[in-house]
């Protein structure tokens, strides 16, 4: 029967990597809406300003991940009590870009244009990959299943690879050089092709431009020109719709047929976006900033990318947003400004709120995607070093009086509903 569950998991996993990308989350369970709500549940610290930070952590199989100076570290998701270490042969100076989990392997971007493999399972390097460029490792590591996609930079005007990699060995596949390199931008994974961006190549305002690749061999099959300014957001895939935003303050919505790349649309922004857009339910949500460092969430028709809803937030949002679902339509973001905290934007009403502010002395600039995990809690860090698990404070039981209430109020609930039954 086991044998069978683990043949069904590896046909699904092989299903759903038709379309792939490190796209930001949509969540479809509780979550705290307000303040009220929200509690501290643990944290993890793990250094001591932007230089020496963790890594965006990662929620996988009840563990979460995380880099910090020469370490990948896993804790237990539940209390954030230090589970393993893996001492690895690089670091990620700037803490940007998180590791990328997989069922038997954590993949870790380093600086000097390296990947380096660590198993899951005894938490002991695999591999190495080294890039005869260089770089620092600030691109997201994506994956279809057997192959690892990433970038690196070195300078605005410097060249930089996107590599892709054999995930079992680390043998490199094949590379695309770029002047300016990759830095924040991931790619999008869909019917074998990789959608690509990256920066303009100027260290001033410039533009760049969208590639079309075949994933196996990595031949360019079209470009895109015209971005405007260095493309810092993932890529996310809604079919054969691809929506990413830059600093040149753009929200581009981009076509793929038969090879051929289309822009299909452009949305002006108030100031720089380097969020990954959220497409759901025939909506686009994009963070982004508006104006002397302060931010907003729009929130755009899918097909027309007509804005439908603007809510301002406290400030500006550089990580990736999580968007919840579950009964009525919120999304979870940082900023990057003390304190450090969360906001929750709710969407039906169009306001924002801070959800979570972190104590003295952990609190510091932060530019974390969020992540939750599926018993509810929040995920993030900033740049005090301190990892935060954010959840929903437990209700309060029932009063005698609540409960019997409640109970009367059910029984005739029921006993009406019965009535009307046998009317009919």
Known sequence: MKRRMRILCWILAIVCLGNVCAAAEVYDGALPANADEAQLIWTYRAGTDYKNAPTIPVYFDGKVYFMHDRTLTCVDASDGKLVAECALSGRNQYTQVPVLCTDTMVYCPMDGGKVQAVSRRDMRAAWMFTDPLGGQGLSQIVTDGERLYTGFWNDDEETADYVCLDARTGDCLW???????????????????????????????????????????????????????????????????????????????????????????????????TATPIVYGGKVYVSAMSGRFRGEVLVADAQ?????????????????????????????????????????????????????????????????????????????????????????????????????????????????SFFKGTRK
């Open 175 to 273: 590379t695309i050089p770029r002047t300016g390199g990759y830095y924040r931008t991931f790619c999008a994974v869909t019917s074998g092709r990789v959608i690509l961006g990256g920066e303009d190549g100027s260290a001033k305002m410039g533009t760049g431009n969208l590639l079309c690749v075949d994933k196996r061999t990595g031949e360019v099959l079209d470009a895109l020109g015209g971005i405007s300014g260095d493309l810092r957001s993932g890529i996310a895939a809604d079919g054969n719709s691809f929506y990413f935003a830059t600093k040149g303050a753009m929200l581009y919505k981009v076509t793929l047929t038969d090879d051929k790349l289309t822009l299909a649309g452009r949305l002006p922004l108030h100031g720089d976006c």
């Open 304 to 416: 027309t990318l007509a804005v439908e809803k603007t809510v301002p937030i406290r400030q500006y949002p550089q990580g990736d947003a999580l968007l919840c679902t579950a009964q009525s339509m919120r999304l979870y973001t940082t900023y990057n400004s003390a304190p450090g905290g969360l906001v929750v934007v709710d969407l039906q009403t169009g306001t924002s709120a801070d959800l979570f502010e972190p104590d003295e002395g952990m609190r510091n600039y932060c530019t974390s995607s969020v992540q939750a995990t599926p018993d509810g809690m929040l995920l993030y860090k900033n740049d005090s070093g301190t990892i935060f698990a954010v959840g929903k404070k437990p209700e309060k039981p029932l009063t005698f009086w609540q409960r019997l209430v409640k109970r009367v109020r059910d029984f005739f609930q029921k006993f009406f």
